[in-house]
């Protein structure tokens, strides 16, 4: 139907880059005529396509093997940023300890470890001793497994732990006896991203699986979950179907039992929707028929098909709390009874706050009785962390105690014993302090530091942080952090002078980019350049709606806030087009593919790691289906539209002098598809008209979410060095 494009003149200095298989494959999608050239790139199996990527590896090996002999001398010489990188990660990381009576869990990682451990601390006849009880490295010295999750029992006796390999996120499920670490059930596969409620006593749980392959249709594999109730040391082919069945088929499920063993809890989420359905049951009930099954109470609903999400628990004092967006946004907290669970019976406790996103909570007594005495809650407030003190009865505000924490930086959790009392931990981090957990004591209204990560820094850079706001297209206050060596800037905290300088963004699924240690970050200021963090809609920093006006038909949105931020800190004098980069995964290499696509012009670099690209087709690979809720559906032609209107595979036009383009994939990736990397820079070696490299790094054994540290290092290395030389940073 159209011709075949033909190359552009490519510049004196360009790559000769691989030739792509390129067809001239147009489709009439409900009226919209749309190209796909490089269709036949989505099969990795293709002989065709694996000699492209092969010849892709080889083009990056030259490249980056200049990029090194350029940086030699500099501190991005590979040798030197491996080891400063070394240095920064050195502190490793704890955190927040799970109590369990007297034994308490809690993950830790050493600063030279690759993975973090699962270690219990009990008393011993000579004070608190610590055990290892899960090492990835232990049960692959390869480093390709990594620890997904973990679980202890109400009674700290039994710990559920999930494990995958190869970076596909295919968790297989086990349960090993704590006292002596042997495997006492499982393994259970087919529980990807499946919760453990574990019911008192420890001889059974709930968890979330999949259905068998041969019972669902081929290209439904990685749906119909249910949830089920398992019996310890039994064949899981005979665990009871509790809950799912007739449901939508991308649900997912959360499932948790009540710390005194009555009240069952199952909530449900259409793929990544910000929708929650959540049901109760009273598993004091029993078996009510002979068509009733125990652990299988009927379950009454909470809230159900309502445009909110809800977490619900019940608390030790036997009040149902509710978590919840509904009808605010920025969040609150209801209280009603398990007996009278729905919506109608709700109380706000703590109501929404209209200038920060309610986090989390911690409902406080002593210890002695259910009695509650006071509730603390964790806010949001421009992405930095409060917290406020309540009347547990009235929610009213109380003049305190209150924690202290140590700067403007991330609180995550408020962590209290099962068995109550008024100690409460929390972790805390901030741009330039690594993650520690401090506790604090109601009693006397104290905070002191719990533990902190077992190795040092040795030393962090001195820099600072400013918070700057932005004026979006549409009128919209768009926030973001800049991070800048001290010496870079004059008295006021302005730039001296225009500098090398990093743009990172995500802008999706609610979250929140808040203040956090990183390495990557300090070792680019560190060097003379600039690190910004940008806080766009789409993401959690404000609340549903401000998620909401950057999904589905508002996308756009979160691209022009992004585009805003940059064009700022180009008026502004922070930096310049040709040295300043952008940089995403996931969600984020999306917002790359769109930066690069949209405003070639205001950027010289850019790092688009595990992205999705192709969005006419993304819900037909990986979990893609299950997002449609943020991006809009292909084949419904509305939202056809909306997808069309940004997707960067679409919006390559020939002749266009595109930025250097690093795309860094991963063969094992599950979530998202290689295929979207290899299509748009095959689209943009084709179009441009630069001399800058548009190249792909592909790694395997490695998927979209945790890996080595080794390997997290290498990767890092590579991105910088080659931002570093597509910006110009000089030490």
């Avoid at 350029?70 to 927040?96: K, N, S, W």
């Avoid at 077992?454 to 932005?470: C, K, L, S, T, Y």
């Avoid at 404000?542 to 805003?564: I, P, T, Y």
């Avoid at 943020?630 to 266009?656: C, F, K, M, N, Q």
């Amino acid at each position: 139907m159209t011709a075949t494009t033909p190359h552009p003149p490519m510049p004196t200095n360009a790559p000769d880059y691989p030739r792509a298989p390129r067809t001239e494959l147009v489709e009439d999608l409900h009226g919209r005529i749309v190209a796909d050239p490089y269709r036949t790139l989505e099969d990795a199996s293709d002989p065709a396509t694996q000699a492209w990527s092969a010849a892709q590896d080889d083009l990056y090996a030259q490249a980056l093997a200049t990029t090194r002999e350029r940086a030699a001398g500099t501190p991005f010489e590979t040798e030197r940023l491996t080891a400063r990188l070394r240095e920064l990660l050195g502190a490793g990381f704890v955190g927040a300890p799970a109590w369990r009576g007297e034994r308490r869990f809690f993950s830790r990682r050493a600063g030279d470890q690759e993975h973090a451990v699962v270690v219990v601390a009990e008393p011993g006849p000579d004070g608190e001793v610590e055990r290892v009880l899960i090492d990835p490295m232990a049960l692959d010295p390869s480093g390709t497994t990594t620890l997904d999750a973990w679980q202890p029992s109400k009674e700290g006796d039994l710990l559920a732990y999930q494990v995958s390999t190869g970076g596909t996120e295919e968790s297989v499920l086990r349960v090993l006896d704590v006292a002596t670490g042997e495997v006492v059930d499982g393994p259970i596969d087919r529980a990807r991203y499946s919760p453990v409620a574990w019911v008192p006593g420890g001889a059974s749980y709930y968890y979330v699986r999949r259905l068998a392959p041969e019972l669902v249709p081929d290209d439904e594999a990685q749906y119909h979950r249910r949830v089920w109730l398992h019996r310890v040391g039994t064949d899981p082919a005979t665990d009871v179907e509790v809950f799912g069945a007739g449901l939508e088929t991308t649900n997912y499920y959360g499932v948790s039992v009540s710390r005194d063993g009555r009240w069952l809890l199952v909530s449900a989420s259409a793929g990544t929707a910000p929708r929650t359905d959540v049901w109760i049951g009273d598993l004091a009930a029993g078996p009510r028929g002979a068509d009733e099954v125990d652990g299988v109470p009927p379950l009454r609903e909470v809230v159900v098909g309502l445009d909110a999400e809800t977490g619900a628990w019940v608390g030790r004092d036997g009040l149902l709390y509710l978590h919840t967006d509904l009808e605010a946004p920025r969040g609150r907290l209801c209280v009603t009874t398990p007996d009278e669970p729905g919506v109608e019976h709700w109380r706000t406790l703590v109501a929404q706050d209209e200038d920060a996103v309610l986090q989390g909570v911690a409902i406080l007594d002593d210890g002695s009785s259910t009695q509650a005495e006071l509730l603390l809650a964790t806010w949001r407030r421009h992405s930095v962390s409060s917290v406020t003190a309540h009347d547990p009865r009235t929610g009213a505000p109380v003049a305190g105690p209150l924690p202290a924490l140590p700067g403007l930086g991330s609180v995550s959790g408020l962590v209290t014993r099962p068995e109550g009392g008024r100690e409460v931990w929390f972790s805390y981090t901030d741009h330039v302090t690594v993650p520690s957990v401090h506790r604090f004591d109601a009693a006397t209204g104290t905070t002191t530091l719990w533990a902190a990560p077992p190795g040092a820094v040795a030393r962090v850079p001195d820099v600072r942080v400013a918070q700057i706001e932005v004026t979006s297209p549409d009128g919209t206050t768009v926030r973001a952090f800049v991070v800048a060596r001290a010496d870079a800037l004059d008295d006021d905290g302005r730039p001296t002078a225009p500098a090398p300088t990093v743009l990172y963004g995500y802008g999706g699924f609610q979250i929140s980019l808040d203040p956090a240690y990183s390495a990557t970050t300090l070792a680019w200021v560190e060097a003379g350049g600039v690190y910004v963090v940008a806080n766009l809609r789409g993401g959690g920093e404000e609340g549903e709606q401000w998620h909401r006006d950057g999904m589905r038909a508002h996308k756009q949105n979160v691209f022009d806030d992004f585009h805003a931020v940059a064009q700022h800190l180009v008026d502004a004098g922070w930096t310049t087009p040709d040295r300043l980069a952008c940089w995403g995964g996931s969600n984020g290499g999306l917002l790359v593919g769109a930066a690069v696509t949209q405003r070639p012009d205001l950027f010289a670099a850019a790092v688009c790691s595990a992205p999705l690209l192709d969005m006419v087709r993304y819900q037909r690979f990986g979990l893609g289906v299950t997002w449609t809720e943020e991006y809009g559906d292909a084949d419904v032609p509305t939202e056809l539209d909306w997808l069309l209107g940004y997707s960067p595979y679409h919006r390559v036009v020939d002749g266009t002098a595109y930025p250097a383009v690093l795309f860094t994939v991963f063969e094992g990736d599950t979530r998202v598809d290689p295929l979207h990397a290899r299509k748009l820079a095959a689209a943009l070696q084709h179009a441009t008209s630069s001399d800058r490299p548009v190249l792909i790094r592909r790694e395997t054994g490695v998927g979209h979410g945790g890996r080595s540290l080794t390997r997290s290092i290498g990767l890092t290395v590579e991105q910088l060095q080659v931002v570093a030389h597509g910006t110009g940073l000089a030490p």
